[in-house]
């Protein structure tokens, strides 16, 4: 067909089976980032509020009378008292209360398994129990499933006892006095860390973590970037280069923990570190993220000194140096090296800091750089171009890098300025503050170990403004109107995601912003060009622009993948120039934001560090929605530094708990999740000509209708990318003998790629034009791609290639 399609206009459509393996969710909510079933985060924290008026145990245990009848099911009564009690009176969710309820279900379990073997050791020679044994087993039972742990206090105790739980560390910040009760009292203002060195020795003696260390899973190819070790950065540096090595990633932001619209009384400095070591699937994870310190940011600004007294512009360095002194000095002894023990083995592993992750303003905090770049003249860390010059030149190479030997002269000149006047008005000429936070560390580059995000210069950044801009555009020339597009976007965003579907959106948001999450602002961006599409065949000018936005989304695409080459790299580059200065053409009136002078550096970025995947903040902004969950059932505003520090390490220990006598289990590596499994003969199956090249007809191998697996769920009709052709499949029947997953997939005809919506066109004939069979970890790409069908047609599909490059055979 020579037509481009459209979305699909019927709102009977059913939903597609293809399910985003990794989403992105960057608010904080639980829409948030991945499949709540592939990783660990939930919309409602796993506790309860604690009854100030009852305890759990005040409930009636006497339900002989409880319902009509005699029944011989009243546990359930019992069972439905216990639940409603719980889901109401400590006000938890019902998410919170499967939780639970599997919980308490495992413990039971594990209760009457312990009774059991207890009364069989009581049998004699004639195979009877005697009543006393009996009596005296449930005697010791009688306590309860949680005597000795059924108080705030003993469960300390035990956690703190048995469970390694770590004690946050205090760091004084400075003290006040206050006038309170007719005293003066001296009030301490304090940080609270999670010690670096005890968490990371934790976290290396799991089998998954020690793994991603010791025995990375990417390959490494000259040319190809797949993980941090392809970086330039790291195959140069003095202790990442070596195998084995530990790359560390630290990050700071800033939380607004009650309203965002307030006053911002209650917002909090977060801390966090990450290992870069961790494979794509376990870095989507939450428990990948830990957390480093945590303070109240109003602490951080020294206000006891001057400007003209203090080292930096910036009067938070002195306390940021503060709090990251601690991680640093771990850090150091990380260099020279650590011991842990596996297994029985003693284990010597170094490592380091590998760069420095946030949003622009924490990072060039961090880094003695301008937090507002709106008032530096050179408003980049990366090179020294000028605002003006940001907005009209859009090739990196154009502009004169920043040095570390640049970078102390120019620190030089503002320490031997000889007013404060002369100081200030070199630092907004040169853009920097002081010196950075960082210090003393082998190998961390006070340039290129400060990244830009993806996440905030991208999703809430480029695509954003691109999107609105164009959306302004269509509704002002009368094209669609929004109600149309909105219904549009809806439709189709039902079959393309499981989650992290676009908002609404209203007149207003197309002046002052489109008020999307980060992971909605890919789905809005993803769907929208088929809106646009039909309204271009009529419209030169509409087409231009919606071609313009194809480039954008092919950068986007590239920018996200799991692996690129230095040819992409190349690539990316000129796209990136070429869509910039499109973008200027055609909407002259919107003033170019730094956001887009720094996207132009991320190919750099990940040149020398690996995948931008690496260096992204996606976990990290997923990891607020913890903070602010606690803070909601807590309802502690006065210290909630030190509660969230103590839940915080009571759920890392609760999670890494290891049983008297036992090893350690992984960690973040789950088992594969199939369902709806049956058994079946090789010679009985209906692919038998496939399967007999790799097994015996009598063999029995499993069936399923899903496998959840490495992060990835794959479905009867997921569509999967068979070669780079690119060639596609439609997945028919999903197998599994021991370790190996099989794939019998359809092959599709590749109808044509609509660059206006960077998708393909595809063709399900009935029957397929062949049928293969593919190793599950042999595909070309880990993930299924998101589809939908055309007009409700499901033999057509559009296929976006999501979190791939392969947009970019069609530059």
């Known amino acids: 067909s020579g037509n481009v399609c459209g979305p699909p206009l019927s709102a009977s459509t059913s939903l597609g089976d293809n399910v985003e393996a990794e989403g992105m969710s960057a608010d904080g909510e639980s829409s948030g980032d991945e499949l709540e079933t ?4 939930s919309t409602e924290q796993e506790a309860g509020l604690e009854s100030d008026d009852e305890s759990l145990h005040s409930l009636g245990s006497d339900t002989s009378n409880a319902g009509p009848g005699q029944s011989d099911d009243m546990h359930h009564w019992d069972s439905a008292q216990f639940l409603l009690y719980l889901r109401e009176e400590a006000m938890i969710s019902q998410s919170a209360l499967n939780k639970a309820v599997d919980g308490v279900d495992e413990l039971f379990s594990k209760v009457s398994n312990s009774i059991k073997d207890r009364i069989l050791e009581g049998i004699d020679a004639s195979g009877s129990v005697s009543e006393d044994h009996i009596k005296k087993t449930f005697g010791e039972f009688s306590s309860g499933m949680f005597s000795g742990v059924d108080s705030k206090e003993t469960l300390q105790s035990f956690a703190k006892e048995h469970l390694e739980v770590l004690e946050p560390e205090e760091v004084e910040l400075y003290t006040t006095e206050e006038w309170r009760d007719g005293k003066i009292h001296t009030v301490q203002h304090k940080a609270y860390l999670s010690p670096f060195l005890p968490s990371l020795k934790r976290l290396l003696t799991r089998p998954d973590v020690l793994s991603c260390v010791e025995n990375p899973a990417e390959l490494q190819e000259e040319g190809v970037y797949r993980s941090f070790r392809d970086g330039k950065h790291t195959k140069e540096h003095p202790i990442l280069s070596k195998e084995g090595s530990v790359g560390v990633i630290c990050a700071f932001d800033e939380l607004e923990v009650s309203s965002p619209l307030g006053p911002k009384k209650h917002k909090l400095a977060l801390y966090y570190w990450t290992l870069a070591n961790f494979s794509p699937h376990m870095r989507a994870s939450l428990k990948s993220v830990q957390l480093m310190a ?11 000194k001057t400007l003209s007294q203090s080292v930096s512009l910036d009067l938070k360095y002195e306390r940021h140096k503060k709090i990251f002194s601690p991680f640093l000095e771990d850090i150091r002894k990380l260099e020279k090296g650590i011991q842990i ?3 029985g083995t003693p284990k010597t592993i170094t490592g380091t800091l590998l760069c420095v992750c946030g949003d622009t303003p924490a990072v060039n905090v961090l880094g003695g750089f301008k937090e507002s770049v709106g008032i530096a003249h050179k408003p980049c860390h990366k090179c020294e171009a000028d605002h003006n010059e940001a907005k009209r030149i ?9 040095t570390p030997e640049r970078l102390n002269l120019q620190l030089q000149e503002l320490n031997n300025s000889r007013t404060l006047k002369n100081r200030q008005e070199k630092s907004t000429l040169y853009g920097i503050n002081g010196p950075p936070v960082f210090s ?4 961390l580059c006070p340039v290129q170990s400060y990244c830009y995000d993806l996440l905030h210069v991208l999703h ?3 695509l954003e403004a691109h999107c609105r801009v164009l959306l302004k555009y269509a509704v002002g020339k009368a094209l669609l109107t929004l109600e149309e597009i909105n219904a549009d976007v809806r439709l189709m965003s039902c079959q393309l995601f499981s989650k992290d579907r676009p908002a609404a959106m209203l007149p207003g948001h197309l002046d002052s912003g489109l008020r999307q999450s980060a992971a909605q602002m890919l789905s809005l961006a993803l769907c929208l060009p088929f809106t646009l599409v039909k309204k271009s065949e009529t ?15 092919q950068i986007s695409m590239g920018l996200l993948a799991y692996e690129l080459t230095s040819q992409h790299l190349v690539q990316l580059r000129r796209m990136i120039q070429i869509h910039h200065e499109t973008f200027t053409v055609h909407y002259p009136e919107f003033d170019i934001t730094p956001k887009f002078h720094y996207l132009i550096h991320i190919p750099s970025q990940i040149e020398n560090f690996g995948p931008s995947r690496v260096t992204w903040c996606f976990r990290f902004e997923a990891m607020h929605s913890y903070i602010k969950n606690i803070i909601r059932i807590t309802k502690n505003f006065i210290n909630p530094p030190l509660s969230i520090s103590k839940r915080y390490e009571s759920l890392r220990a609760s999670q890494m708990l290891v049983r008297p006598r036992q090893q350690p289990q992984n960690f973040i590596e789950k088992d594969d999740v199939h369902t709806w499994l049956r058994e079946v003969k090789v010679g009985e199956h209906r692919h038998k000509n496939l399967l007999c090249q790799v097994f015996d007809q009598q063999e029995k191998i499993q069936s399923c209708k899903s496998i959840k697996t490495k992060g990835s769920v794959f479905c009867i009709n997921s569509i999967v990318l068979l070669d780079n052709q690119p060639s596609f499949g439609k997945v028919i029947e999903i197998l599994f003998h021991d370790d190996m997953k099989i794939l019998i997939v359809a092959v ?5 790629y609509e660059i206006l919506c960077n998708a393909y066109y595809l063709h399900d004939s009935d029957p397929p034009e062949a049928v293969k069979m593919y190793f599950l970890e042999n595909l070309e790409h880990f993930h299924p791609f998101i589809s939908m069908s055309v007009h409700a047609d499901h033999q057509n599909l559009w296929v976006i290639p999501k979190y791939h490059k392969i947009g970019f055979n069609h530059p």
């Open 539 to 553: 419209n030169a000018a509409l087409k231009e622009r919606l071609l313009n936005f194809a480039r954008l989304l």
């Open 341 to 343: 023990v596996v297994n």
């Open 440 to 443: 003393d560390i082998i190998g």
């Open 394 to 402: 859009f090739h990196e190479e154009a502009f004169q890098k920043r």
């Open 460 to 462: 809430e950044g480029v």
């Open 38 to 41: 592939c990783f660990n985060v």
């Open 294 to 304: 945590i303070a109240w940011s109003k602490d951080l600004k020294d206000t006891s």
């Open 748 to 752: 599709l005809k590749t109808v044509k």
